[in-house]
C-alpha cells in the first residue's frame, strides 16, 4: 500500500494580479468583431487593386470570393497578420475586437509582447485552423484558455478581474 498522502497535488496556475483567464466565449465574440473589421479592410484595399490587375471580372461573384483567390490570398494575408500583430504589440496589447471585449493578450507573466511573438501567435493560428479548429476550441478546456497558437506563442488573453 502506497502512502499518497505526501504526494503534492496540482494547482491551476493563476493568471497575474488584477487578472483573470478571457473565456471562450469573450474571446470568440473578440475574434468574430476582428474577422468583420478584416472583411471590410480587404474588401477596400482589395478590390480596387483586383479590378485594376483585371480580376475584376470575377465581380459577378460574391465580394468575399475576390478576397480569397489565389493571386490576392498573400495580399489579404499580409493584412492579416499587420493587423494582429501590430495591434496585440502595442501599447493596448490588443486588436480592436479584444478591447471592445474587455480583453489584451500578454506573456506567460502578463507582460506585453513584442512583434515577433504576436507575428509567431498569428501564423500558429494557421495550425489552430487547420486541424478543423480544434486548436480553437482547446481554448474551452485548456487550464489558462489557452487555444493552441497561444501555447506555441507561449501567451495568454486576460481580462480585467472585477
Known amino acids: 500500500m ?4 505526501n504526494t503534492p497535488v496540482p494547482v491551476a496556475p493563476a493568471p497575474p494580479d488584477g487578472y483573470v483567464y478571457a473565456s471562450f466565449s ?29 480580376l475584376g471580372t470575377m465581380i459577378a461573384w460574391p465580394f468575399v470570393f475576390i478576397i ?11 493584412i492579416a497578420w499587420l ?14 475586437g479584444k478591447r471592445l471585449c474587455g480583453l489584451r493578450v500578454s506573456d506567460m507573466q502578463g507582460n506585453r509582447i513584442d512583434f515577433a511573438r504576436a507575428s509567431v501567435r498569428f501564423f500558429a493560428k494557421f495550425l489552430s485552423s487547420a486541424i478543423m479548429l480544434i486548436g480553437y476550441i482547446m481554448a474551452a478546456f485548456t487550464e489558462r484558455h489557452q487555444a ?3 501555447l506555441i506563442a507561449e ?4 481580462r480585467k478581474a472585477k
Do not use: N
Request: include cysteine; hydrophobic fraction near 55%; proline fraction near 6%.
Open 148 to 150: 493552441l497558437h497561444d
Open 83 to 96: 493587423y494582429f500583430a501590430w495591434q496585440e504589440s502595442s501599447k493596448y496589447q490588443a486588436t480592436f
Open 2 to 5: 502506497s502512502d499518497t498522502s
Open 155 to 158: 501567451t495568454l488573453v486576460l
Open 26 to 54: 469573450a474571446r470568440a465574440l473578440a475574434i468574430t468583431v476582428d474577422q468583420f473589421i478584416l472583411l471590410f479592410i480587404c474588401i477596400m484595399l482589395v478590390l480596387p487593386a483586383t479590378i485594376l490587375i483585371g
Open 68 to 78: 480569397f483567390t489565389p493571386p490576392v490570398l498573400p495580399i489579404t494575408t499580409i
